[in-house]
């Protein structure tokens, strides 16, 4: 047998995190505490075998085949050509009575136990075997040294007829026995139910040996058809040859002059500014000019509902309800409380790599951040994102508000130092009327315009005016006009 051979688990994204699947003919312990998932994932990993043609054995000293095909009816999953040996058959055959030995009920017990299982594998030669679980062996065998060498017995028994094996473990008693030790790899599974939306979950590879897996906790959710695993993003691990940066135009041209002839491919930009300053206007504008030049976009809502970013699209001379019925505009009302940050990671990664994206536009971080506020390193998964989506040579345009209208201004977080470019949008007073700027405030990949312009948005779309030269202190909200000509301000 090649000693570099993989088997697969038939899990979303799980292959992905052991670079292939997992090493023949070895054993594997699957942790997690109940109603985290180890049946499911174990079902998987033996349908996904039965179903490349090897031998499948379900071995259950907690549950029924009853239960288990109960478990398997919600997937909508055929337990056919799969052997289950459950607790009945189990019951039924160790059927001891504690007069007719000399030893411990219990060791008796185990060591029987045992032994049929060794009978009823040989009999079957399944490739792939899982054994659920542990906390039952546990109990009869009562002492930990005992336990040990039932497992080191059973390991030996295995490896030796090529067995795949994962065990199930959940968590439950205070372990002493080292079964970390006995096993090639650990994989756990851990489930947090947070104060609002829906739980979550996580995937880890604790322990590989001689596999460089991918590692870190991994977003993961459970739900009709199995397990699902989104691997944690890491740029720097994948095989993407650098691109060179180009730019793309806004569709304003003096939009482009501000931003030093546009938007560059494999850069994010922040809008940052109040809200009502034209933020998401201007990614629209972007998003349309884009699709007009035959480019696709993928417009992510965490606010908004979609009729109203189709009105408003439309009411600012940037309708594209016409993109997006000729699909080369995806966009997507997202529910944060009912998915992950790796899951949202996932869903912008797949359009821009199987869809053929070349924008991502999330609007907006606020409600990003605030409908996900209770995951930990919520920062550190965007950073990863707009690595990955840069490494893409997408263009990547996030919106985000800060609080207040004029004067100062705070922002929920500070995502300057995420961003490649930044576009700052100001409410500022002029003559009786309140007017909007825009500037560019920052931008990694090149020269850009220092200067302060005003922003109009009108029914017929977006103007940027000449350099706002005359005024002082735009960007606090509060500015004082400086020059003579009042016709800069006229309409």
């Known amino acids: 047998m090649d000693g570099n051979e993989l088997a697969q688990t038939g899990i979303h994204g799980l292959d992905a995190v052991l670079r292939g699947g997992l090493p023949v003919n070895r054993l594997?312990?699957?942790q997690g505490e109940p109603g985290t998932g180890k049946t499911t994932l174990a079902l998987q990993f033996l349908l996904a075998g039965r179903d490349?043609?090897?031998?499948?054995m379900y071995i259950s000293l907690s549950e029924t085949r009853d239960e288990l095909a109960t478990v398997a009816a919600s997937h909508h999953w055929d337990l056919?050509?799969?052997?289950?040996l459950d607790l009945s058959i189990l019951q039924e055959r160790l059927d001891l009575e504690a007069d007719n030995t000399l030893f411990h009920l219990h060791e008796v017990e185990l060591n029987q136990m045992t032994s049929l299982l060794c009978?009823?594998?040989?009999?079957?030669?399944?490739?792939?075997?899982?054994?659920?679980?542990?906390?039952?062996?546990?109990?009869?065998?009562?002492?930990?040294?005992?336990f040990r060498r039932q497992i080191l017995l059973l390991k030996q028994f295995l490896v030796a007829r090529n067995i795949t094996v994962l065990f199930l473990d959940d968590l439950t008693a205070d372990r002493k026995d080292g079964i970390h030790s006995l096993v090639n790899g650990v994989v756990t599974l851990e489930r947090e139910l947070p104060s609002f939306g829906i739980e979550r979950r996580w995937l880890a590879i604790t322990k590989l040996r001689g596999v460089n897996f991918h590692g870190g906790r991994h977003d993961s959710v459970l739900k009709t058809g199995g397990l699902v695993v989104y691997p944690r993003l890491n740029a720097a691990s994948q095989d993407i040859k650098p691109q060179p940066l180009k730019?793309?135009?806004?569709?304003?041209?003096?939009?482009?002059?501000?931003?030093?002839?546009?938007?560059?491919?494999?850069?994010?930009?922040?809008?940052?500014?109040?809200?009502?300053?034209?933020?998401s206007t201007i990614a629209l504008q972007c998003v349309r000019a884009m699709a007009a030049?035959?480019?696709r976009a993928a417009i992510y809502a965490f606010e908004e509902g979609l009729t109203t970013i189709l009105h408003r699209s439309r009411s600012v001379g940037a309708d594209i309800s016409e993109y997006i019925a000729s699909g080369a505009v995806h966009l997507h009302k997202v529910d944060p409380a009912g998915m992950s940050p790796g899951e949202f990671a996932s869903s912008v990664c797949r359009h821009v790599q199987e869809d053929g994206v070349r924008a991502v536009v999330i609007d907006s971080l606020n409600g990003y951040m605030l409908a996900m506020s209770q995951e930990h390193h919520l920062m550190l998964q965007l950073h990863d994102l707009l690595g990955y989506l840069n490494e893409l040579s997408a263009v990547t345009i996030m919106v985000l508000a800060q609080q207040g209208l004029t004067g100062p201004m705070h922002a929920p977080a500070d995502l300057t130092y995420l961003s490649d470019t930044v576009i700052v949008t100001r409410y500022f007073e002029a003559l009786g009327a309140v007017k909007k700027a825009v500037s560019v405030i920052k931008k990694r990949t090149g020269p850009h315009e220092d200067t302060i312009r005003e922003l109009q948005i009108k029914g017929d779309g977006i103007s940027v005016g000449p350099p706002l030269t005359q005024f002082r202190g735009v960007l606090t909200g509060v500015p004082t006009y400086t020059g003579t000509n009042t016709a800069i301000l006229s309409d």
Do not use: C
């Open 293 to 295: 030049r035959g480019e």
């Open 28 to 30: 594997y312990l699957v």
């Open 80 to 84: 056919r050509d799969l052997m289950v």
């Open 119 to 146: 009978e009823e594998i040989e009999q079957h030669k399944p490739a792939r075997l899982v054994f659920d679980s542990l906390s039952e062996m546990r109990l009869l065998a009562e002492a930990p040294h005992r």
């Open 247 to 279: 730019s793309v135009s806004t569709g304003v041209p003096n939009l482009d002059l501000l931003l030093g002839g546009g938007l560059d491919r494999g850069t994010s930009t922040l809008l940052l500014g109040p809200a009502g300053t034209g933020k």
């Open 52 to 56: 490349s043609g090897e031998r499948a």
